[in-house]
């Protein structure tokens, strides 16, 4: 039985799981989903999360919620290569382990310098410099601890062992998201850069095609706010 997907490829962890469906070989249906036009708002897609978020996997009449938990579940129940969500129960808590610490970490300081840096002024029309000072020096410092402990100062191909899981996806799918707030996290990274190129190898064709409407409005807007940021810049069209 296919699996439906929806998703809004605009979010990070919509991207992941979309990604991991491609990548294992998961037998899937994506349904695209957007926010912004009120999708997750219907009566419809609140029966399959209260919380009208993105992403939710469908699988009969079984709904899930939570892209960590949607990866364990189709893991276990879609026959996958054992790398990306190892069995045996020491290499699988290493994965966990990362998946846990992600949530306040690559996931929450990725975002939050997004949302400072290009969200919240091109919906506001504000702002805020030293809001997005103050979430550059968090993502900053936490894309040290990624390389000095996850990749081991460059020693680890991978956050776990030597293949690459479903902690990689989302790693470099949150990695993803400040290029469309014109920042690079490979600059000046020898470490994350090389990690990020291999990781994305592997995955592709499907990273780049999942990751395709990221890349257009990385390119179409290269972290400007027109009108906003820089002051008087009208290169891009809202």
């Known amino acids: 039985m296919s699996v439906k997907v929806f998703a809004d490829l605009m979010s990070q962890p919509a991207r992941a799981v979309v990604i991991f469906c491609r990548a294992a070989g998961i037998p899937h249906e994506h349904v695209n989903v957007r926010i912004t036009a009120g999708d997750t708002k219907t009566e419809e897609y609140a029966k399959m999360n209260p919380f009208m978020k993105v992403p939710v996997i469908k699988d009969g009449d079984f709904a899930l919620t939570e892209s960590v938990a949607m990866f364990r579940y189709l893991a276990r129940e879609k026959g996958v290569a054992d790398h990306w969500y190892p069995n045996d129960s020491k290499a699988q808590a290493r994965v966990d382990e990362y998946l846990e610490w992600q949530h306040l970490n690559t996931r929450m300081m990725c975002a939050g ?126």
């Open 113 to 238: 310098y997004f949302l400072q840096r290009w969200l919240i002024p091109m919906t506001t029309r504000k702002f805020d410099e030293k809001k997005v000072a103050g979430a550059k020096k968090s993502m900053e410092a936490c894309l040290d601890d990624f390389e000095r402990v996850w990749l081991g100062g460059g020693k680890n191909n991978y956050v776990v062992g030597d293949k690459i899981s479903v902690a990689d996806i989302l790693a470099a799918c949150e990695m993803e998201q400040p290029s469309m707030a014109g920042y690079d996290v490979t600059q000046g990274r020898e470490v994350l850069g090389e990690y990020l190129r291999r990781v994305k190898g592997e995955l592709n064709p499907h990273y780049d095609e999942v990751s395709d409407v990221v890349y257009k409005m990385r390119d179409k807007f290269g972290g400007t706010v027109p009108g906003v940021y820089p002051l008087g810049d009208s290169k891009a069209k809202l």
